[in-house]
């Protein structure tokens, strides 16, 4: 195919589109949990959407110092992100396991789902 003359043209034949490694759906609990039981190395990091009926608690464990297990009420809250329905955070890192999530709800038997794409 000849070039376009056009000013601002972009050729997009050779682009690259950006796939996810891994797409998948996590169920929340009242404690922090990883969003995979199996290490997965990533490129860039993971798009976490809250689809959920409630508000998610979202972090890296590197940045924030929570470990999974813990409890996400204590001091650990003002380290992480709330999700409220309907938003999405894109966190960087290198592993699917170092993103936690859990419910904001304070009632044990209460769990949700969150769904991520990791880049």
Do not use: W
Request: proline share 3%.
């Amino acid at each position: 195919m000849p070039s376009s003359n056009r000013k601002n043209s972009v050729d997009i034949r050779g682009s690259e589109l950006n796939t996810p490694k891994a797409i998948g759906h996590k169920e929340t609990g009242t404690t922090m949990s990883s969003l995979s039981a199996t290490s997965l190395t990533l490129d860039s990091g993971v798009l976490v959407y809250n689809a959920a009926g409630q508000s998610v608690l979202v972090t890296h464990t590197g940045a924030s110092g929570v470990a999974e297990g813990d409890n996400p009420y204590g001091d650990a809250f003002r380290k992480l992100y709330n999700l409220h329905v309907g938003e999405q955070i894109f966190i960087e890192c290198d592993n699917l396991q170092d993103i936690l999530v859990a419910n904001r709800t304070i009632f044990g038997s209460a769990s949700d789902t969150v769904s991520f794409e990791a880049h």
